[in-house]
Every structure is written in C-alpha cells, then in structure tokens.
Nanobody
Framework: VQLQASGGGLVQAGGSLRLSCAAS????????MGWFRQAPGKEREFVAL????????YYADSAKGRFTISRDKSENTVYLQMNSLKPEDTAVYYC???????????????WGQGTQVTVSS
C-alpha cells in the first residue's frame, strides 16, 4: 500500500486548506484511514480518522468543529478539510492506513510521506 498526501501549504490564520491522501489500492471496508500531524520538537499526534466502509469518524479535541475528514471511494482518496486554521495547527500532516479504529500512531500500518501545513499569524 502506498499513500500519497498532498494539499499542504502556507495560509493565514483563519484560512482553510484541504489535504488529500490517495491510496494505491482500494482499502477494505474494515480499514481505517487517519490523519496525524507532527510539529517540530513535538510528538506525532492524532487529528482525525474515518472507517473506509461505514464512514464513521472520530476527531481529536483540537480538530472538532474545524476539521472534517471524508473519503471518496471511487478515487480511493481521503480528505481533511481544515477551516479556521490557527498558528498552532502548523505541522507536517501525515495520512495513514490501519486495521484498528484507534488514535494511536502505532495502530497504523502504512504511512504517507507527509505534507507541510504552515499557518501564519
């Protein structure tokens, strides 16, 4: 499985970005697709996840109300729509695929290369 993340960039506080993560193959219905982020000097942290089949979602508190995770089954792609961005959202964002519905990075088997998101104040 290969995951290709894209869509990062530089945006002002209050702005929006949409990240994409294209999978090389179709995930199974039971698979979970997640987004994580890692800021310099900090540990990788969970942002959001979606179950590929049923579409159930789960968000970190920091993402609730501002970020939306979705998937396009026809394109084998997961999206992270990020609105009302804050400087503290600045990080490298990674997509991942796993088999467990969880928020721990070590529950995921495959990772994309990461895309940089920078939010200026």
């Amino acid at each position: 499985v290969q995951l290709q993340a894209s869509g990062g960039g530089l945006v002002q506080a209050g702005g929006s970005l949409r990240l994409s993560c294209a999978a090389s193959g179709r995930p199974f219905s039971s698979h979970v697709m997640g987004w994580f982020r890692q800021a310099p000097g900090k540990e990788r942290e969970f942002v959001a996840l979606i179950r590929w089949g049923g579409g159930s979602t789960y968000y970190a508190d920091s993402a609730k109300g501002r970020f939306t995770i979705s998937r396009d089954k026809s394109e084998n792609t997961v999206y992270l729509q990020m609105n009302s961005l804050k400087p503290e959202d600045t990080a490298v964002y990674y997509c991942a695929q796993g088999r467990r519905y969880g928020s721990m990075w070590n529950e995921y088997d495959y990772w994309g290369q990461g895309t940089q998101v920078t939010v200026s104040s």
